[in-house]
């Protein structure tokens, strides 16, 4: 057990201070630990040295507690990782333009680590990444730099399962699946982090464990796709979906309900499946589910619009020239991430339909700069005159803080992709 005393004298450091690496070196902090962040991004570094975090889901209480402890600070200074005996690399692991997995941000981090060594270092890449991605791309370039594994270093897989925003479970009480390089790679990452986190999942391997992730991942995605695909099936019938998955989350065992949407959106479950799917190929497998489900994912904000179409239709209304209005961009309700959000995709899919588009997030103030598009938009202020001027409204993220009554009372058509309005009876909702 590492004792107290012990614990203070150790140093760790987060690399990547985004959604996963600032909660878990707050977590660090928790548990007693100094802990140095590092990032590339200086506003970042910038608003963590005057004691503010730019991550809105985070309680103010767990701020004060970071600020307060005197145990974190952070930087752009990658010179400092030669103090730090243990580092989690928690950057991103997006797709290039051709779909491939970009692991520049993880190498980079890595020969930073590497240049800058402690000896006896234990390093831990928490990224999502493909099975394989920790021996045969990180181990290399610490041994090109005359390092030996289980000797003056040790390399481990630990994936991050963050879920932003959930009230439940955070970093600390998620369990904590680690896999060694070796076990004594494994084992020195244990040591720490049941200090750090509530449960530790031992698995046998760096690829155990990066493989968790992948199927964690791929699991939701094929699971949503189908919901997706049941949603346009049963709405041919005139059911509605969600009725269907509500009664069927009754049966106590062999179901868990998922639920449609608008589309994928955040960091990693558009993402990740197709980390494993390049991965397959390389072994002459093609990873059918995985496509497929993407496939479908993909179709949601095109079947979204189609629906809007038809419904202004029915009040003798062409897409070109309407006023819609969207409600929510996050990616999921109630966080302040748009990242691969389908919101995006339905605002440029209404725009090229001749439609002129708002939009409304209380928690996504701007659009812009952002991978997937070339978009630039502010939040509109959301007031019965402006609803009442649109011609539609559409449900894309269903924010905890919406008046969704007032929503419906001023509005002429809502077309309503969560469920949001679930408990408000009224022929102006229609369900996509
Ligand atoms: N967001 C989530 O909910 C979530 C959940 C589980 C796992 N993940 C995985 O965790 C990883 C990080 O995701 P995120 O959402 O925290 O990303 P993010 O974009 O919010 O944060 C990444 C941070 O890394 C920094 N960075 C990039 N290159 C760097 C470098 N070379 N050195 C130092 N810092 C660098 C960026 O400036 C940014 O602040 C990804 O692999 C993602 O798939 C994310």
């Keep these: 057990m590492d004792g107290n005393n012990e614990r203070k004298e150790k140093v760790l450091g987060v690399i990547g201070l985004g959604y996963v690496g600032l909660p878990l070196a707050m977590e660090f902090v928790r548990a007693g630990y ?33 600020f307060n402890s005197g145990l974190f600070s952070a930087t752009t ?28 941000f993880v190498e980079n981090s890595a020969r930073a680590v590497a240049e800058n060594l ?26 090109d730099l005359g390092n030996e ?10 994936p991050e399962r963050e879920d932003p925003g959930n009230k439940k479970f955070n970093t600390r009480n998620i369990p904590k699946v680690v896999g060694g390089l070796s ?28 493989a968790t992730k992948i199927l964690e991942n791929t699991y939701r995605s094929v699971n949503i796709a189908l919901v997706n695909e049941l949603k346009v099936i049963f709405d041919k019938m005139g059911i509605n979906v969600w009725d269907v998955i509500e009664a069927a989350k009754t049966k106590p ?9 608008p589309g994928l959106g955040g960091h990693c479950i558009p993402i ?26 993909t179709m949601m904000p095109e079947y979204v619009v189609m629906k809007t179409i038809s419904v202004l239709n029915k009040n003798k209304k062409s897409l070109k020239g309407s006023k819609v209005l969207i409600i929510g961009v996050a990616y999921k309700k109630d ?61 894309v993220t269903a924010h905890s803080n919406i008046d969704y009554k007032n929503v419906v009372d001023n509005s002429s058509v809502i077309v309503d992709t969560r469920n949001a309005l679930s408990n408000i009876k009224s022929d102006k909702i229609f369900k996509a």
């Design 34 to 66: 100094k802990t140095i962040g590092f990032d590339i991004d200086v506003k970042k570094i910038d608003k963590l040295s005057r004691g503010e975090i730019y991550l809105k889901h985070i309680q103010e209480d767990r701020v004060k507690d970071l």
């Design 149 to 158: 594994l289980d000797m003056n270093f040790y390399l481990a897989f630990s």
């Design 335 to 395: 966080i302040d991430d748009s990242r691969e959000s389908p919101g995006i995709k339905i605002i440029e899919l209404l725009e090229e339909g001749g439609a002129e588009v708002s939009y409304y997030d209380p928690y996504i103030p701007e659009i812009y700069n952002m991978r997937q598009t070339d978009l630039v938009m502010s939040s509109v202020k959301l007031s019965d005159e402006l609803l009442k001027e649109q011609d539609a409204v559409i449900i």
């Design 253 to 261: 065992f062999g179901f868990k309900p998922f639920y449609p949407g």
């Design 118 to 143: 402690k000896q006896g270092a234990i390093v831990v890449l928490e990224s999502t990444v493909y099975p394989g991605t920790t021996r045969e791309i990180l181990l290399p370039i610490f041994e």
């Design 183 to 210: 076990e004594q790679s494994g084992r020195k990452v244990v040591e720490i982090y049941k200090n750090v986190f509530d449960e530790i999942v031992e698995v046998p391997s760096a690829e155990v464990a990066e």
């Design 272 to 297: 990740d499946p197709f980390y494993l799917s390049w991965k397959a190929r390389k072994f002459g497998i093609n990873t059918r589910f995985i496509e497929l489900a993407g496939e479908i994912n």
């Design 77 to 104: 200074d990658f010179l400092q990782l030669n103090k730090v005996d243990l580092v989690s690399i928690c950057v991103p692991t997006p797709l290039d333009k051709y779909r491939q997995p970009d692991l520049s």
